[in-house]
Nanobody, 113 residues
């Protein structure tokens, strides 16, 4: 299993970013894909999940209405569109394949003025 996250950076409050996670080594189209984040000193938390069939998604309360998760099965890639970013969104973002306990290096998102 390989998960490579990218797209993070430093932005000001109110800005947007799109994260990408390119994957290999498992049945991508058959698994739910999710984004987690971990802020310094905090536990890793689920941000959003997209299920393998039917297009169903679920979001954590703090990001509902601002973040959009999507997937491209042909490219084996999952995305996280993040709008109206706030300082509380500052964290390292990771993608996850199903319930597989394997994590990539993540991508850092810093929101600060």
């Amino acid at each position: 299993v390989q998960l490579v996250e990218s797209g993070g950076g430093w932005v000001q409050p109110g800005a947007s970013l799109t994260l990408s996670c390119v994957t290999s080594g498992f049945d991508f189209s058959g698994l739910a894909m999710s984004w987690y984040r971990q802020a310094p000193g905090e536990d890793r938390e689920l941000v959003a999940i997209t299920f393998s069939y039917g297009g169903r998604t679920h979001y954590a309360g703090p990001v509902q209405g601002r973040f959009t998760i999507s997937r491209d099965n042909a490219k084996r890639t999952v995305y996280l569109q993040m709008n109206n970013l706030q300082s509380a969104d500052t964290a390292t973002y990771y993608c996850r394949a199903g319930n597989i306990e394997h994590w990539g290096r993540g991508t850092q998102v810093t929101v600060s003025s």
